[in-house]
């Protein structure tokens, strides 16, 4: 079966970091997205991962490794504006589909 | 670059009623979008996918004949819900996929349009 799990809700305090995980079980795998999604709006592209390993791209980072089916996004020096849901989602070789997770709603405090 | 634009980003409308939703593409080519459908706090669902001048392809349990897709160039698909009744009321929004781009397997998403039926 096809499985995306992440944690429901996360908080965090302004300054520090935090690593959002995602596990998945999927038929089929090309590559693995995160996204950012705030409220009432459309997710935004953060990163992709397709092989093993950390793509960083400023104070967002994320990880992937294809054998344990686990992927991070680490979020670096929080700032307030960062609270919003965080969606993995995995593209399925040969559909170009993507299977969202349940997304992880990250709250950062001052 | 990869903007993706939705219209209208609200309506409101009667029981009974058409309504049409647009998704463009502004900046890049998609010859493959994507229908979602979103609850409130809750993750994306799939509706379908929409291939540029062919038929759209459903997921499961979604009614093609209630949610009819028009895919009628690479920079415009149309979602339209036809005799919308108050359970269609929900937060639908596309996505395209860029041809050209380092990674096409990307989805780039529109603002999202919300739908309420009264």
């Known amino acids: 079966g096809q499985n995306i799990d992440q944690p429901t809700e996360m908080t965090a305090t302004e300054g520090a970091i935090v690593q959002i995980n995602c596990t998945y079980q999927?038929?089929?795998?090309?590559?693995l997205f995160w996204y950012q999604q705030h409220a009432g709006e459309a997710p935004t592209f953060l990163s992709y991962?397709?092989?093993?390993g950390l793509e960083e791209k400023g104070r967002f980072s994320s990880f992937l490794s294809r054998s344990k089916g686990y992927s991070y996004l680490l979020l670096k020096e929080l700032q307030m504006k960062d609270s919003a849901s965080y969606l993995c989602?995995?593209?399925?070789?040969?559909?170009?589909?993507?299977?969202f997770g349940t997304g992880t709603r990250l709250k950062v405090l001052a | 670059g990869a903007v993706v634009s939705q219209h209208p980003s609200r309506v409101i409308c009667k029981s009974g009623t058409s309504v049409k939703i647009e998704c463009r593409s502004l900046?890049?080519?998609?010859?493959?979008m994507f229908w979602y459908r979103q609850f409130p706090k809750k993750s994306l669902m799939l509706m379908a996918t929409?291939?540029?001048?062919?038929?759209?392809?459903?997921e499961q349990g979604v009614e093609k004949d209630k949610f009819l897709i028009n895919h009628a160039s690479l920079t415009l698909s149309t979602l339209t819900v036809t005799s919308a009744h108050p359970e269609d009321s929900s937060f639908y929004i596309c996505?395209?996929?860029?041809?050209?781009?380092?990674?096409?397997?990307?989805?780039?998403f529109g603002p999202g349009t919300r739908l309420t039926v009264l």
């Open positions: 996505s395209a996929r860029d041809i050209v781009g380092r990674n096409t397997d990307t989805q780039y």
């Open positions: 999927t038929s089929g795998f090309n590559g």
């Open positions: 991962n397709v092989l093993d």
């Open positions: 989602a995995v593209s399925r070789s040969g559909t170009y589909k993507y299977i």
């Open positions: 900046d890049f080519q998609a010859t493959t």
């Open positions: 929409s291939n540029e001048g062919s038929k759209a392809t459903y």
